[in-house]
T-cell receptor, first 113, second 110 residues
Framework: NAGVTQTPKFRVLKTGQSMTLLCAQD?????MYWYRQDPGMGLRLIHY???????AKGEVPDGYNVSRLKKQNFLLGLESAAPSQTSVYFC????????????FGPGTRLTVT | SQKIEQNSEALNIQEGKTATLTCNYT??????LQWYRQDPGRGPVFLLL?????KEKRKERLKVTFDTTLKQSLFHITASQPADSATYLC?????????FGKGTRLHILP
């Protein structure tokens, strides 16, 4: 069991470039989440999904899009990167909703110059 | 909007003593609180979940208590060790998602 994996681990983008972060889980979890973590701000929810084909906005969704075409994958897209999106991004999954523990991936460190 | 607060950014505790971390939340019911550990450069790892109808939960040297009157959870590490040094995150379960506090950086001093 790999648990939750994230690709890539590190990325540097120029302002205006686009990219997609991939999250995969092999635990057959229904719910998946994307967070960003910034110093002094804690973990903030960007978007989440309660099942294959569904997505919902979190606390800080602007500038990001997501897709959940397959149950095991959750993609986070940045269409036009901005320096304010420099952060560490974590993906997580849980069996069901907020009452269940979340399993986190190792994170992606993104720098936008 | 719901809020969850951890009142200490950082805490230094002498090895062997009990470390106690505090988490407060605004009015939400049913309230389930989760505690996670995060080491530098890694994702958070789940430790314990406590429900509002439970007063206490234990796991090895870890203990979590819940006071619904104060809207507060306390997280205790007994017989603390330098390996317990990490950031500890409190989180409030809200139906489909959870919201995290900003965390407390715990340093266990040898």
């Amino acid at each position: 069991n790999a648990g939750v994996t994230q690709t890539p681990k590190f990325r540097v983008l120029k302002t205006g470039q686009s990219m997609t972060l991939l999250c995969a889980q092999d635990m057959n979890h229904e719910y998946m989440y994307w967070y960003r973590q910034d110093p002094g701000m804690g973990l903030r929810l960007i978007h989440y999904s309660v099942g294959e084909g569904t997505t919902a906005k979190g606390e800080v969704p602007d500038g990001y899009n997501v897709s959940r075409l397959k149950k095991q994958n959750f993609l986070l897209g940045l269409e036009s990167a901005a320096p304010s999106q420099t952060s560490v991004y974590f993906c997580a999954s849980s069996l069901q909703g907020g009452d269940y523990e979340q399993y986190f991936g190792p994170g992606t460190r993104l720098t936008v110059t | 909007s719901q809020k969850i607060e951890q009142n200490s950014e950082a805490l230094n505790i002498q090895e062997g003593k009990t470390a106690t971390l505090t988490c407060n939340y605004t009015n939400y019911s049913p309230a389930y609180l989760q505690w996670y550990r995060q080491d530098p450069g890694r994702g958070p790892v789940f430790l314990l979940l406590i429900r509002e109808n439970e007063k206490e939960k234990r796991k090895e040297r870890l203990k979590v208590t819940f006071d619904t009157t104060l809207k507060q959870s306390l997280f205790h590490i007994t017989a603390s060790q330098p390996a317990d040094s990490a950031t500890y995150l409190c989180a409030l379960s809200m139906h489909d998602k959870i919201i995290f506090g900003k965390g407390t950086r715990l340093h266990i001093l040898p």
